[in-house]
């Protein structure tokens, strides 16, 4: 059973960077970061698939964030820079596995405020 441990958030002022980490405790094949704001809705932020390395990114986070995956710590990244106010979220990992429901990390916050 795969389990998934988010760290890296925290307060940043606008312009600034942040990366956060998402570890998982075994074999995957994709992982995704979603974004939750308050009293909004879960939302995809990007995502990694391991067999070809393509990735996704939301329109609003192109250009500045970037995903990225470190094979031998079994650990996938979300590098996030020229944070906005509007990227202010609790930020989760998800995997989807190929049978069982998805998986998802306990999330980290992030705030970006000055």
């Known amino acids: 059973h795969v389990q998934l441990v988010e760290s890296g958030g925290g307060l940043v002022q606008p312009g600034g960077s942040l990366r956060l980490s998402c570890a998982a405790s075994g074999d995957t094949y994709a992982i995704a970061w979603f974004r939750q704001a308050p009293g909004k809705e879960r939302n995809a932020v990007s995502c990694?698939?391991?067999?070809?390395?393509?990735?996704y990114h939301e329109d609003s986070v192109k250009g500045r964030f970037t995903i990225s995956r470190d094979n031998a710590k079994n650990t996938v990244y979300l590098h996030m820079n020229s944070l906005k106010p509007d990227d202010t979220a609790v930020y989760y990992c998800?995997?989807?596995?190929?049978?069982?429901?998805?998986?998802w990390g306990q999330g980290t916050q992030v705030t970006v405020s000055s």
């Open positions: 990694i698939n391991f067999s070809d390395g393509k990735t």
């Open positions: 998800n995997y989807n596995p190929l049978v069982g429901s998805p998986i």
